[in-house]
Every structure is written in C-alpha cells, then in structure tokens.
C-alpha cells in the first residue's frame, strides 16, 4: 500500500474540481483499499467524500426513486421504498457481499466495483484491463469464474456486483457531476464492454462524481425475484445470477425484464429474451426459449463453459419465481 | 496410596463433565495475546516479498527505491542473508522442520510465493509499501509441474514409488481377478489450504547470545530443536513461546522458513523484527493438503464378503522438501479381508511444501475408499450400512492385535437410527421435496490413536492455588481446560485456583498439538505430576513439624483441596503453612508402554448425511449431518462435540468447494485468498446432531480418552458424494464436487 | 447520519502530502482518541499496533474473512478496508470495549456458555457482527437469517453450530436489558 496524500471533500462541488488525474474519490472503501492493498490501484491522493450530502432516498413527482450516492447498500436494502416498490434491488444489495460489505458500501461505489478477476488483482500477471497491452492470461488461464458474455479478444473479466444487476433490469440513470457541470447517463450505457479498451471501464470523466442514480418508475402490477447462483450459500461473487420482473395481463405476459450477472463483462440486459416473453404465456416454455435468446451470443472459454447452462437455468427459475410473484399481485389486486 | 488419585478416572468427577473453557475468557475479551499482537521495546516490522515465478532463478533484485521509503532500515535476501545450517530435519531427534530448504539458500525459485526478500521497516505501512517496491528480475524456466492432477501426470506409474511406505498381505492381485464382484476406479482430490484464521507469524527477540520466538506453533519443542540446529546454538539458548494459536489444522505443527528469516534478519538488525505473513503468502508458502490420485480395486464375493482391497496412492510433495500424505495408512486396518495392498507414491511439483492438513492422508484415502465401498453395496444390490457390517473387523487385521475398544457397530446403529436411514428409499432420485432431490448417503470413518512422550510440572502453592505446566499448546481445541480438569480431579481444589501454563520451551517437554494424540499423551504425565506434588506434600504433612506429624502418609485421602485423616482434614494451603513453605513441586512423565504391543488402537465413527440437490439450478447443499464417534472418554464432551462439528464443516468444504488453483501454464497459485479459495460460511452450516460414546479406552491410558481432533473430518466427502448418488444416480469420484461436474449430463429444467 | 453532517465542522480539507501523517479525532471505546496516523494507515493496523489493541484480529486484511469486524457508529464493519483518516468523529467500538465495568456482554456470557468456539482467533469479529445484529431490528430472528447475516464471519474451526445457538440464547438477554432499538438506524434519515 504506497503511500498517498489524504484529504476530506466539503462540497460535491469542490470535490469535483480537486481531484488530479492520480487521485481517487473513497466512499466505503470496500473495493478501493483492497486493491490499493493488492498495488494493483495506485492513487496518488485520495479524497473522502463521506461526509458530502448525498445520502438521501427520495421518491420524484414523476414515480422515480432517486438514491444518493452514499446511501450505504444496507440502507438501500432495507429502505421502505426499495423493499416495497423495487424488491428485486432489496434481494440483490442482499445477496452481496457481506453484512459489514454492506454496511460500508454505497450505491455509487457499487457501481465503481471492478472486477474479481484474478488476473487484474496479481500486478505479476498480464491484463489488459490493469496494465493495458499487457495482455490477458485469463483467456487460457483458469477462467472458470470469467466472461461468456460480452467478452473480448482483451478482456474476458465478469463485473462483480449483484446490485448493478437489479438495476440494469429496472432501468436507470446515472447524475454525474464534473468540473464542466452536471449530466446524466442511462445506466445501461455507463458501464463499457472491454473491447480492445477494457481499461476503460465506464463513461466517468477525470474529475467526476456519481452523486445520485435514479431508478426508472417501478414495474407495476408486477413480481420480480433475484436468483443469484455460487458455489457455497451466501458470502460469493455470483457464477450466475439474474434479475427478472414480470408483469402479467391474465395469463400472458405484459412487460418482462431480464438482467444476468456473474456472467458478462458488465451488467447484462436480455432486450432481445425480454421481447420474446411479451405476450407468452408466463410458463417454462417460454422462459426456456427466452433463456436460449439470452445465452445465444455466448462465448465460453476453457473453463466456464458450464455458466451458459447454469446462467439459462438462473433465467427460467427467476422468470418462474417472478411468474408467481405477479400471480400473487394479480390476484391480490382482482 | 488409598485414595481418590488412584482410581480417580474411573468413576471421575470433572473429567468427562461439561467444563466451560478456563482460557475462555481471555479470548472472549481480546486480552489473549496471539503471536501477530504481541510487541516488544525496538521492535521492527518485517514484511516477506514472494517469488512471483514458480520455476527459475531470480536473476536480479532491485532495491534502491525500495531502500529509500521512509521508515526502511533493512532489506535482507541472498545477496546479504547470513549462512545458516539446514537442520537434520527429523521426527526421531525432534527437529522436523516443514521446508528443509532455508530461506534465501540460493537463487533458485521453486515455486510462486518463495521468499525472495524481506523488508525490515519501523512500522508495519512502510515495511508493506516498500516490500511492494521490490524489483526482482527473473530467468524464468519453462516446464513447471501445476499439479498431479493435470492430464500428463494422472497416471498409476506417475511419482516415485515409496516402498517403505507400502503393506500387503495375501494375495490381493490374483484374488481381486478372482472376485466375482469388481470395483476399480480412480479418485482425485484437489490440493487444500488449511487457512487457519491466524496466519503464520513469528517475533524473534535477541537477547545477548539467546533467542526468544514468539511462534504460532503445534509444536515449540521442534521450532526450538530446529532453531538450535540452524543457528548453530544450544537448545538452552532458545525459547519459543505460543500461548495462543489462532488454529493450525497441522501446518503449525513444523517450523516455516518465515521463522528462520525473521531470527535470522532481527540477529543482523540488532532489533526485535516481527512478521505477519499476508493471508496472500500464507496459502502460497504455508503448507497446503496436496492433490491426491488414488486407485481403489475392491473385489466381493456375491454375498458381500470383501475378497481382496487394493489401494494406489500418488500424492504431490514439493521440490524443496519431501513429503507424504499417506493415503492408504487407515485401509489396512479398515475392513475384515485377507488379500490386501496399499502403495504410495510421491511426485515432486512446483507448489510450496505440502504438510499434514487435518487427518492428514487418511481423510483422503477413505474418501476413495469409503466412495469404492458405496459403489460395491450399490453393485451387490445391498444396503451399504448392511456391507460395513458384513465386513466389519473384529480384531485390527493389520497387525492381528485385538482391539483396545472398539464399538462401530454402535455407531453405524445408533446414527443410523437418529438419522432416519430407514426411511432411506434407495431408488435413485426418488425422494424428493419441491424443486429438491433428496440425497442420503453414509460413511464410515476412523483415525488412529497414538500417545508421544511428555513430561509435565505441577506446583501446590500456600495461597491454596494449583499450578500446571506443561510445553505441549492450545491450539483451540480445549488442551488448557482439560489439563485444569485433571489436576481438579486429582486434588479437588476449584478449576478457578488452578493455573495452566502451556507453550513454553521453559516448560517441561511436551507433545506436538496435531494427530489427536495432545489428550491421551499429555493429560498421564499431568495426573503422573499432580500424583507426585501430593506425595511430596503428603510427606511434609507427616514429618517433623506437619499437619498430621507422624501419621502414614498412606493413610491420608485428598478431597476439595485438602489431606484427611479421618478425623482431621487439612487445607494444602495449611499444610504448607505449618511448615513454612511457599509451595511443593511434583514432576511426570509418560509415554507409550507396553500395550502398544498387545493391542491396536483406532477410534472410529459413522456420518449420515442428508443433500438436498435442485436440479433445476444446478445448487446442492447439505442440510443435515447425523454422526456417533467412538473415541474412547471425551474428557471435557463439548470441546469434544465442538471438534466433531468443526470437522464435519470442514469436510463440506472438501467434499463441495475447497481448490487450490493453479495455473496450469506456469504453477502460479491464482486463488492464494479468503473469497476465491471457498471455504464454509455460516449460511453453508447444516443441521449437526454428533453423539459421543462413552466406552473410556483404559487399555490405551487411565483416562480412557484416545483424542477427538481428526476423525470428525474423517468420511464426511464420502458420505456427501454417496449422497449425491442417491440423488443423482451419478457418481462423483473427483472433489471437490463443482457445480460443473453436477451440471455435466444436466439440463435446465 | 444525515445530510445535515456535511455541515459539521473539520471539513476543511487536510491536504496532507505524500506520506505525511495526520490528526484524526474519534471516539473509542467510549472515550475520545486523537491520533497521528499516516494516511495509507488501516484502522485495524492502528488498533493492533499503534494503539496495542490486539483483540480485532487479522485474518485476511481484504474483507474476506470478518476476524477484524468492529462497530462503527454502532454498525459492523471491516476494520481492514477502512483508513483511520476516515473516522474522524466517528464512534468505534472493538472487543476490548464490548464487557462493561469487568462485566461480559450477553454475547460473551452465551458465546463461553454455548463453546462457540475453538482457537478464538475469528471470535471477536463473530461477537462484534452478532452483538450488532441483535440491535439491528432489520436482520429477521429466526436462525436462517442469523446464519445469512453472520456468514461474513469466516470461523474455519466450524463452530457455526455453537456460534447461532450462542447468538439465539444471547438474544433473551439482549432483548431484555433493552439495547435493541437503541442504535438508530440511518432508515428514518436517508
């Protein structure tokens, strides 16, 4: 852990302006120390936004739920309007990590989570990702853990985070706050596939802060669930994971959302499966095929191979489980 | 003597009663000091930077920037190490060390993580960050040995044959051809961390010409032979201490070349240096279980009569030491059958040593043989609790000794019974509950008893306070409580006035905390000293000037403290009063004795366990073990039950998820971590319901105990991958047992 | 924790350069702390070392493990992913402070009642996450809850068994001397 110069942001403004190209905004902790730990993150200065005003969850006028960035991902988990209106994002923040992870993390360093590839954390090992033309030795290494989608000839590195999965099924937008102002990003197009910059990571410019994520208004009348599937029972990075909501007109499906983690380069949106469940009877058939769609671009590798089963498998019981959900709704509604 | 001390372990008092923990407190208080904790005046910290090569030479290290970090006084390698001795590095004269090889010997590297440098800094920041600013430049070889278990080693003629380590009777090859019932498969088993919670951790102190080590050790007498060894001074120069271990599960039991370079930098610094290897090296240079391949030929006659066993095991050892993880060491013991072979072979990869892990080769050698035996009952169409029993070994027919005790058919009936095994419906996949598939699925289990030599010390002090000491360790599984219990025992005086001091080379010698063999070795030589100090108090007591003067110290009985004559009863605390003394000292020893030759000693036990496998996702989980263990007298049942339980949790770990991984391409260790090394959380915990015998062993000690620490462990991945079968239909030889190995033949579903 | 922390004082930056160390001011135990510490310093190094407060042990130094779990304004968390620089103001607690006046928590009273546990090394970090967890009204009661909310405490002994009934019996005295509730959760403010 080199050394580096430590200092406290007084404003979301003047933390915008100070921080070198070298320096690193610190919230939680959780994914920064550890890989400053492992020098595979080296920041110059690091700056502490904790105790910046941006820990509040508030529902706009026009039925979105705007989460500040500091919101802890425990407080997210449990918040009213999360559990009551998004429960597919309680049930992912908690099937992450840990209960201490959790109690440290916030929404936006969540979504700042790099991977857990064991490549990128050795400095000895080549990746491009960490130390770009080095090369990958995930791609014929041990690569059981990796990519089988959106992966490129660079970079074959899962995103590790549970809760970005949530959010890409619900929809969001991002609130980034720079030197040159405010904008807004949608959340699916923040995070970047590796291509042949898997360096680049996400649509952050030098000096900007995630101050808030927005979700898109709730999916209503709906059932939702997050399936998230590892190795042991709690306290992994998933293998497969997936976020699904469904809504439900009689016996078909309305609108279907689905989102997969453990298993590509970022936070997986299914457009294509979502498309094909609308107007399908909400049965395993049709979760079946729209599991197929899903996994149709797969690339697995040496060692992963088994993920596009088990990712198909993490679809069909989440549609399943959602399924019944909005059967629970509708009912409870009729 | 006529008192309670001479058949106190037959019908005891506090030995084999609950007994809370007597060190208990100062681990629920933080005030335990454990070795990475401890602070000396001056002292330095040491931060060890690894190879990151598993094969080559280090051709340059580049220090000046490094050198230059604030803080930095030294930074010790090759270059500048000072030249040690190797020690002779064996069992018999006590300084077994676990990599023979001394650290900064030379500049080859042979395997990922070997210490290459060791940055001695003022604080333990800037020992890290300089250690990270290490340049070494390396001429890597190509040609490093991953694993046993890659393609090209996964062969029966693969390692170097050890014959000393092989036994065989009958005629097992012509009879196995003969068998009207075969079984002959192959098994492998990844190589594990022990990942103990306290990583290694050594603070050496100079003091003149003498050393004092603070050591997360199993064993300080070996670290303090060794030690002497390799730098060349007597034993009475050297004191290694270990108060308190944060687990070892057998790579504590032998000194690490961390040790050595710690003593050997603090020497050239002139200055206290501690070192706390990073979890990181700790799994890459800190032992590891090595992967096994294991052969298992079973033959039976129709009846279920085992014909002939044969069991091959190649197992991996290091390239700077040798060692042996003797898979077949529990099979000739295990079942009633005359035509038996056991072979083991070794064969050298570029890992850090192996060393014993927790039941070391037996744990794994009845996995392939308590699988093999699952997959006979299933060829013969019999139950396999009926197939145990038919070959159930009445005497050791190893050696043709009797059995000192031995009550398996009490196990396997009794967990049986509370498990529910009758309820069993042994069609495959037919039990099932929702999207669940039930498994059940059962194991025998067994782990040898063995006692060491030991002396220990005990002191009657005028306060009314009993002291016992002895330098075998705690290392968690309850050593403390049950030495104060046997001293409580033997006088009646309050577990609260008793003190026990253990993990000291000041102490008197004692054993090595490892192999289940710290109980019944080190509690004899305890009773043997409390025996000695009241004979010695008895004699004050009756000469000139005592309590009872004049009467038969034969004559005096021992209750709560205290000599009586009948009429009298006099406090010890009295006695030594009349006569002015601060205290009397009794010294014993024991050691194994004749009945080594007369009988066999074994413990043995049965595991029922209960998966629950959803195929629709492909996520199987254990959800309920029922076990009975036989091990003799559980001197204190919950630290006993405690080790069982822990066991069974740790045998989930093998049966389901623990792999050391290495890169095939170049032997570099890639998951050496707490979250892509998987071990059991608390959500992973099933239901356990272990129940203790209660058969005392007198024929193996006077307490009757034959030690708890292994067998737990013992033929849980068995009877997990049994399991799997019932509920699967599918037999699963290789561990751990991946999600990828149950989705192979799986759909979505 | 509110938005209304922002205007607390010490918010100026500390600007400290390469290495330098800085003050940081926090509550420990109960009683109020101000160190020198650098800034790459972990809270658990400074604890361990610099403070000689061994009982928050180290057992992974990555989050992986629990071993070093210690309350931060009444909430568990990872010592070792965490800068001392960061707590500035902030109420930490560790072992050394969980028994009162020589007396033990209910957590300690049930964990030596229950033997839950072996070696000890992972025991304080298990006591920290369950005498939060008891105060925490999030976290549900039944013992499939516990054992998800514990399962960042990594005990490779495997007294999980001995740990959730310690835990459970712990809860009848927890509950009765009333500490539940008593930590505030950020909920109402968030």
Same mark, same amino acid.
């Given at each position: 852990m080199?050394?580096?110069?430590?200092?406290r942001a007084?404003?979301v403004?003047?933390?915008? +302006?100070?921080?070198?190209?070298?320096?690193?905004?610190?919230?939680?902790?959780?994914?920064?120390?550890?890989?400053v730990?492992?020098?595979?993150?080296?920041p110059?200065?690091?700056?502490?936004?904790?105790?910046l005003?941006?820990?509040?969850?508030?529902r706009?006028?026009?039925?979105?739920?705007?989460?500040?960035a500091?919101?802890?991902?425990?407080?997210?988990?449990?918040?009213?309007?999360?559990?009551? +209106?998004y429960?597919v994002?309680?049930?992912?923040?908690?099937?992450?990590?840990s209960?201490?992870l959790r109690?440290?993390?916030?929404?936006?360093?969540n979504v700042?989570?790099?991977?857990?590839c064991?490549?990128?954390?050795?400095?000895?090992?080549?990746?491009?990702?960490?130390?770009p033309?080095?090369?990958?030795?995930?791609r014929?290494g041990?690569?059981?853990?990796?990519?089988?989608?959106g992966?490129?000839?660079?970079?074959?590195?899962v +995103?590790?985070?549970?809760?970005?999965?949530a959010m890409?099924?619900?929809?969001?937008?991002?609130?980034l706050?720079?030197?040159?102002?405010?904008?807004?990003?949608?959340?699916?197009?923040?995070?970047?596939?590796?291509?042949?910059?898997?360096?680049?990571?996400?649509?952050l410019?030098?000096g900007?802060?995630i101050?808030?994520?927005?979700?898109?208004?709730?999916?209503v009348?709906?059932?939702s669930?997050?399936?998230?599937l590892?190795?042991?029972?709690?306290?992994?990075?998933?293998l497969?994971?997936?976020?699904?909501?469904?809504?439900?007109?009689?016996?078909?499906?309305g609108?279907a959302?689905?989102?997969?983690?453990?298993?590509?380069?970022?936070?997986?949106r299914?457009?294509?499966?979502?498309?094909?469940?609308?107007?399908?009877?909400?049965?395993i058939?049709?979760?079946?095929?729209?599991?197929?769609?899903?996994?149709?671009?797969?690339?697995?590798?040496?060692?992963?191979?088994?993920?596009?089963?088990?990712?198909?498998?993490?679809?069909?019981?989440?549609?399943?489980?959602?399924?019944?959900c909005?059967?629970e709704?509708?009912?409870?509604?009729? | 003597?006529?008192?309670?001390?001479?058949?106190?372990?037959h019908?005891?008092?506090?030995?084999?009663q609950?007994? /809370?923990?007597?060190? $208990?407190?100062?681990?629920l208080?933080?005030?335990? $000091?454990?070795?990475?904790?401890?602070?000396?005046?001056?002292?330095?910290?040491?931060? /060890?930077?690894?190879?990151?090569i598993?094969?080559?030479?280090?051709?340059?290290l580049?220090?000046?920037?490094?050198?230059?970090?604030?803080?930095?006084?030294?930074?010790?390698?090759?270059?500048?190490f000072?030249?040690?001795?190797?020690?002779?590095?064996?069992? #018999?004269?006590?300084?077994?060390v676990?990599?023979?090889?001394? /650290?900064? *010997?030379d500049?080859?590297?042979?395997y990922h993580?070997?210490?290459?440098?060791?940055?001695?800094?003022?604080?333990?920041?800037?020992?890290?960050?300089?250690?990270?600013r290490?340049v070494?430049?390396?001429?890597?070889?190509t040609?490093?040995?991953?694993?046993?278990?890659? #393609?090209?080693?996964?062969?029966?003629?693969?390692?170097?044959l050890?014959?000393?380590?092989?036994?065989?009777r009958?005629?097992?090859?012509?009879?196995? =051809?003969g068998? @009207?019932?075969?079984?002959?498969?192959?098994?492998?088993?990844?190589?594990?961390?022990?990942?103990q919670?306290?990583?290694?951790?050594?603070?050496?102190?100079?003091q003149?010409?003498?050393?004092?080590?603070?050591?997360?050790?199993?064993?300080?007498?070996?670290?303090?032979?060794?030690m002497?060894?390799?730098?060349?001074?007597p034993?009475e120069?050297?004191?290694?201490?270990?108060?308190?271990?944060?687990?070892?599960?057998?790579?504590?039991?032998?000194?690490?070349?961390h040790?050595?370079?710690?003593?050997?930098?603090?020497?050239?610094?002139g200055r206290?240096?501690k070192?706390?290897l990073?979890?990181?090296?700790?799994?890459?240079?800190?032992?590891?279980?090595?992967?096994?391949?294991q052969?298992?030929?079973?033959?039976?006659?129709r009846?279920?009569?085992?014909?002939?066993?044969?069991? =091959?095991?190649?197992?991996?050892?290091?390239?700077? =030491?040798?060692?042996v993880?003797?898979?077949?060491?529990?099979?000739?013991?295990?079942?009633?059958?005359?035509?038996?072979?056991?072979?083991?072979?070794?064969?050298?990869?570029n890992?850090?040593?192996?060393?014993?892990?927790?039941?070391?080769?037996?744990?794994?050698?009845?996995?392939?043989?308590?699988?093999?035996?699952?997959e006979?009952?299933?060829?013969?169409?019999?139950?396999?609790?009926?197939?145990?029993?038919?070959?159930?070994? &009445?005497?050791?027919?190893?050696?043709?000794?009797p059995?000192s005790s031995?009550?398996?058919?009490?196990?396997?009936?009794?967990? @049986?019974?509370?498990?529910?095994?009758?309820?069993?419906?042994?069609?495959?996949?037919?039990?099932?509950?929702?999207?669940?598939?039930?498994?059940?699925?059962?194991?025998?289990c067994?782990?040898?008893?063995?006692?060491?030599?030991?002396?220990?010390?005990? &002191?009657?002090?005028?306060?009314?306070?009993?002291f016992?000491?002895? #330098?075998?360790?705690?290392?968690?599984?309850?050593t403390?409580?049950?030495?104060?219990?046997?001293?409580?025992?033997?006088?009646?005086?309050?577990?609260?006035?008793?003190e026990?001091?253990?993990?000291?080379?000041?102490?008197?010698a004692?054993p090595?905390?490892?192999?289940s063999m710290?109980?019944?070795?080190t509690? /004899?030589?305890?009773? @043997?000293?409390?025996?000695?100090?009241?004979?010695?108090?008895?004699?004050?007591?009756?000469g000139? $000037?005592?309590?009872?003067?004049?009467?038969?110290?034969?004559?005096?009985?021992?209750a709560?403290?205290?000599?009586?004559d009948?009429?009298?009863?006099?406090?010890?605390?009295?006695?030594?009063?009349?006569?002015?003394?601060?205290?009397?000292?009794?010294?014993?020893?024991?050691?194994?004795?004749?009945?080594?030759?007369?009988?066999?000693?074994?413990s043995f036990?049965?595991?029922?366990?209960?998966?629950?496998?959803?195929?629709?996702?492909?996520?199987?989980?254990?959800?309920?073990?029922?076990s009975?263990?036989?091990?003799?007298?559980?001197?204190?049942?919950?630290?006993?039950?405690?080790?069982v339980e822990?066991?069974?949790?740790?045998?989930?770990?093998m049966?389901?998820? *623990?792999k050391?991984?290495?890169?095939?391409?170049?032997?570099?260790?890639?998951?050496?971590?707490?979250?892509?090394?998987?071990v059991?959380v608390?959500?992973?915990a099933p239901?356990?319901?272990?129940?203790?015998?209660?058969?005392?062993?007198?024929?193996?000690?006077?307490?009757?105990?034959?030690?708890?620490?292994e067998?737990?462990?013992?033929?849980?991945?068995p009877?997990?991958?049994?399991?799997?079968?019932?509920?699967?239909?599918k037999?699963?030889?290789?561990?751990?047992?991946?999600? *990828?190995?149950?989705?192979?033949?799986?759909?979505? @579903? | 924790?509110?938005?209304?922390?922002?205007?607390?004082?010490?918010?100026?930056?500390?600007g400290?350069?390469?290495?330098?160390?800085?003050?940081?001011?926090?509550?420990?135990?109960?009683?109020?702390?101000?160190?020198?510490?650098?800034?790459?310093?972990?809270l658990?190094?400074?604890?361990?070392?610099q403070?000689?407060?061994?009982?928050?042990?180290?057992?992974?130094?990555?989050?992986?493990?629990?071993?070093?779990?210690?309350?931060?304004?009444?909430?568990?968390?990872?010592?070792?992913?965490?800068?001392?620089?960061?707590?500035?103001?902030?109420?930490?607690?560790?072992?050394?402070g969980?028994?009162?006046?020589?007396?033990?928590?209910?957590?300690?009273?049930?964990?030596?009642?229950?033997?839950?546990f072996?070696c000890?090394?992972?025991?304080?970090?298990?006591?920290m996450?369950?005498?939060?967890?008891?105060?925490?009204?999030?976290?549900?009661?039944?013992?499939?809850?516990?054992?998800?909310?514990?399962?960042?405490?990594?005990?490779?002994c495997?007294?999980?068994?001995?740990?959730?009934?310690?835990?459970?019996?712990?809860r009848?005295?927890?509950?009765?001397?009333a500490?539940?509730?008593?930590?505030?959760?950020?909920?109402g403010?968030a």
């Open positions: 080199r050394p580096f110069a430590f200092s007084d404003s403004d003047h933390a915008a +302006h100070q921080t070198a190209p070298t320096a690193a905004f610190v919230a939680g902790g959780t994914t920064l120390l550890d890989l730990k492992l020098d595979v993150m080296r110059t200065a690091l700056v502490d936004i904790n105790t005003p941006l820990k509040r969850v508030e706009l006028d026009d039925g979105r739920l705007k989460i500040g500091l919101v802890t991902n425990t407080d997210l988990a449990h918040h009213e309007e999360v559990k009551a +209106h429960p994002l309680s049930q992912a923040l908690l099937a992450g990590a209960t201490q109690n440290m993390a916030t929404t936006a360093g700042m989570q790099r991977t857990r064991p490549y990128y954390r050795d400095p000895a090992a080549a990746c491009n990702r960490r130390a033309g080095s090369g990958c030795d995930a014929d041990i690569n059981r853990m990796h990519a089988v989608l992966g490129s000839t660079d970079c074959v590195a +995103h590790p985070s549970d809760m970005c999965v890409a099924a619900i929809g969001a937008t991002l609130t706050k720079g030197p040159d102002g405010e904008r807004e990003v949608a959340f699916g197009e923040f995070h970047r596939l590796p291509g042949d910059t898997p360096h680049i990571e996400h649509d410019r030098d900007e802060l101050t808030a994520i927005t979700l898109d208004a709730p999916l009348p709906a059932g669930h997050y399936l998230k590892r190795d042991r029972a709690s306290y992994e990075f998933a497969a994971s997936c976020a699904a909501q469904l809504s439900l007109d009689g016996e078909l499906i609108e959302r689905v989102a997969l983690g453990g298993v590509a380069t970022k936070p997986w299914c457009a294509e499966a979502e498309a094909a469940l609308v107007g399908q009877p909400a049965e058939a049709s979760f079946e095929r729209a599991a197929e769609i899903a996994l149709a671009d797969a690339r697995p590798l040496a060692h992963n191979g088994f993920k596009v089963t088990l990712a198909k498998q993490a679809i069909v019981r989440a549609l399943r489980e959602a399924a019944r909005a059967g709704t509708q009912e409870a509604s009729a | 003597m006529n008192d309670m001390t001479q058949s106190a372990f019908k005891p008092k506090v030995v084999g609950r007994t /809370p923990r007597v060190d $208990g407190e100062f681990k208080t933080g005030r335990a $000091g454990y070795t990475g904790e401890l602070h000396v005046e001056g002292m330095l910290y040491g931060y /060890p930077v690894p190879a990151t598993a094969n080559g030479e280090l051709e340059a580049e220090l000046d920037e490094a050198l230059a970090m604030p803080g930095v006084v030294d930074i010790f390698h090759h270059g500048n000072p030249k040690l001795h190797r020690s002779p590095n064996s069992m #018999g004269h006590g300084d077994q676990s990599e023979v090889r001394l /650290p900064f *010997e500049e080859r590297i042979y993580g070997q210490y290459i440098a060791l940055v001695a800094a003022e604080s333990f920041e800037q020992a890290r960050a300089a250690a990270q290490v070494a430049r390396y001429r890597q070889k040609g490093a040995v991953s694993s046993l278990l890659d #393609g090209d080693h996964d062969s029966d003629e693969e390692g170097q050890l014959e000393s380590a092989g036994s065989s009958g005629d097992p090859e012509a009879a196995f =051809d068998s @009207a019932v075969k079984i002959d498969e192959v098994y492998h088993i990844a190589a594990e961390s022990h990942l919670m306290e990583m290694h951790a050594t603070l050496a102190e100079w003149g010409e003498k050393l004092v080590v603070h050591e997360s050790s199993q064993g300080v007498f070996y670290q303090r032979n060794a002497a060894r390799i730098f060349d001074m034993q120069h050297l004191e290694v201490i270990s108060h308190y271990i944060g687990s070892g599960f057998g790579n504590k039991l032998f000194m690490w070349p040790a050595v370079a710690t003593a050997g930098a603090a020497r050239e610094l206290p240096l070192v706390v990073p979890r990181q090296q700790d799994m890459m240079s800190g032992g590891n279980r090595p992967a096994s391949r052969r298992i030929r079973l033959g039976a006659d009846e279920g009569r085992l014909t002939s066993v044969i069991h =091959d095991s190649t197992t991996e050892t290091s390239l700077v =030491d040798q060692y993880d003797a898979c077949g060491s529990a099979t000739p013991s295990f079942y009633a059958c005359d035509n038996l072979a056991v072979s083991q072979r070794i064969l050298p990869v890992h850090g040593t192996p060393c014993p892990m927790r039941a070391p080769g037996e744990v794994s050698g009845i996995f392939a043989l308590e699988t093999a035996m699952d006979l009952a299933v060829a013969l169409e019999m139950d396999p609790v009926e197939l145990r029993l038919k070959n159930y070994a &009445e005497s050791d027919p190893s050696s043709g000794l059995w031995k009550q398996l058919d009490k196990c396997l009936q009794s967990a @049986a019974e509370r498990f529910g095994w009758a309820q069993r419906n042994p069609q495959i996949g037919s039990m099932r509950d929702g999207d669940e598939i039930i498994g059940y699925g059962m194991a025998s067994t782990w040898f008893a063995g006692r060491q030599p030991c002396e220990a010390r005990v &002191e009657l002090r005028a306060d009314g306070t009993l016992a000491a002895c #330098g075998t360790q705690d290392i968690g599984t309850g403390y409580t049950i030495v104060a219990q046997t001293v409580a025992e033997l006088t009646g005086v309050k577990l609260s006035d008793i026990v001091k253990l993990g000291e080379t000041s102490l008197p004692g090595l905390s490892g192999g710290a109980t019944a070795t509690l /004899p030589a305890v009773a @043997a000293a409390v025996r000695d100090a009241l004979s010695a108090l008895k004699e004050v007591a009756t000139s $000037g005592g309590a009872f003067e004049g009467a038969d110290a034969d004559s005096l009985t021992v709560d403290g205290a000599f009586s009948g009429n009298r009863t006099v406090s010890f605390a009295d006695v030594l009063a009349a006569n002015r003394l601060a205290s009397v000292n009794g010294k014993g020893s024991s050691a194994p004795g004749d009945e080594q030759g007369e009988y066999s000693f074994r036990g049965a595991h029922f366990v209960e998966v629950r496998f959803d195929p629709g996702i492909s996520r199987v989980r254990v959800a309920r073990v029922v009975t263990m036989d091990i003799g007298r559980a001197i204190n049942p919950p630290t006993a039950r405690n080790q822990g066991g069974i949790v740790m045998g989930i770990g049966g389901l998820f *623990e050391l991984d290495y890169d095939p391409r170049d032997a570099r260790l890639i998951n050496s971590n707490v979250a892509d090394y998987i059991p608390h959500a992973d239901e356990i319901d272990v129940e203790l015998l209660d058969y005392p062993d007198f024929k193996f000690n006077e307490f009757g105990a034959r030690g708890v620490g067998i737990g462990l013992t033929g849980i991945a009877a997990i991958s049994n399991a799997l079968y019932h509920a699967t239909g037999r699963y030889r290789d561990l751990p047992v991946t999600i *990828e190995a149950l989705l192979a033949d799986q759909r979505s @579903a | 924790m509110d938005d209304s922390v922002h205007s607390s004082p010490n918010k100026s930056p500390l400290t350069g390469d290495g330098e160390p800085l003050t940081v001011n926090f509550t420990l135990n109960g009683k109020a702390t101000s160190l020198q510490v650098a800034p790459n310093a972990v658990l190094d400074v604890l361990r070392e403070l000689q407060l061994g009982g928050t042990k180290k057992g992974c130094d990555h989050g992986q493990c629990g071993a070093c779990t210690v309350h931060v304004d009444g909430q568990a968390m990872n010592s070792c992913l965490r800068l001392a620089a960061m707590c500035e103001g902030q109420h930490v607690t560790t072992v050394e969980l028994s009162r006046d020589g007396e033990l928590h209910p957590v300690q009273q049930s964990f030596l009642e229950c033997d839950a072996q000890g090394y992972c025991t304080p970090g298990q006591m996450s369950a005498s939060a967890l008891l105060a925490d009204e999030r976290i549900g009661t039944d013992d499939a809850s516990v054992k998800e909310a514990m399962s960042g405490n990594i005990c490779r495997g007294a999980y068994k001995n740990i959730l009934e310690a835990i459970q019996q712990a009848l005295a927890y509950d009765a001397t500490e539940r509730g008593s930590v505030q959760r950020k909920e403010a």
